[in-house]
């Protein structure tokens, strides 16, 4: 596609409902990472993908987050048993592979707990 | 773990004046990179930096990157109201681009 692409937009949930938020990234993008922003804050890092596997999951906040990435492409972050605190922005940012380089962000979706 | 702090949190200016944003890391980078965010937006990439004081243009921007690869800066020279929005330094101690972005800079660019 032209850009990354992340669904839902914006997603509202209650508290303890489980989400998921999906990221289609640029063809031919390799590398894939997942960043949380909240408001007035820089995106924050939560983990980093290079083909299908997580390279690089450290900034995952706890064992409610988990993402995916199984045919290299299109990635999923899934948070179970959602908090008020988990509500912020979820950003894709994708980049060619092999060379550290522009991240290509996404719009993000917004993630509001209530 | 690495940590990277930005100064000043806010500033607003009258439009024709300049503005300097500054980028401090905890650790030595491999790269830097800088970011724009307006409202309501995405960050979308300006530039990035690899070595030791190197110093990059575009138009009336102007980045540079310190020597000991640990600081960096973004200067506007005579803002106009499309500069208006945040600017993040990020920076890559990892080599593979693990970016860790700093808090931005949030410009106001009164005409």
């Known amino acids: 596609g032209a850009g990354v692409s992340q669904t839902p937009s914006n997603k509202v949930t209650e508290k303890g409902k489980y989400v998921e938020l999906r990221c289609d990234p640029i063809?031919?993008?390799?590398?894939l990472y997942w960043y949380r922003q909240s408001l007035g804050q820089g995106p924050e890092f939560l983990i980093y993908?290079?083909?299908?596997?997580?390279?690089?999951d450290s900034g995952l906040p706890n064992d409610r987050f988990f993402a995916v990435r199984p045919e290299g492409s299109v990635s999923t972050l899934k948070i179970q048993r959602t908090e008020r605190g988990d509500s912020a922005v979820y950003l894709c940012a994708t980049r060619l592979a092999g060379v550290a380089g522009e991240l290509f962000f996404g719009e993000g979706s917004r993630l509001t707990v209530l | 773990g690495q940590q990277v702090m930005q100064i000043p949190q806010y500033q607003h200016v009258q439009e024709g004046e300049d503005f300097t944003t500054y980028c401090n890391s905890s650790t030595t980078l491999s790269n830097i990179q800088w970011y724009k965010q307006r409202p309501g937006g995405h960050p979308v990439f300006l530039i990035q930096?690899?070595?030791?004081?190197e110093v990059k243009k575009q138009k009336r921007l102007t980045f540079q990157f310190g020597e000991a690869k640990k600081n960096s800066s973004l200067h506007i020279t005579a803002t106009q109201t499309t500069d208006v929005g945040t600017y993040f330094c990020?920076?890559?101690?990892?080599?593979?681009?693990?970016?860790?972005f700093g808090a931005g800079t949030r410009l106001a660019v009164h005409p």
């Open positions: 063809s031919g993008h390799t590398a």
């Open positions: 930096l690899v070595k030791s004081g």
């Open positions: 993908f290079q083909g299908t596997g997580a390279a690089d």
């Open positions: 990020a920076g890559d101690s990892g080599g593979y681009n693990k970016l860790i």
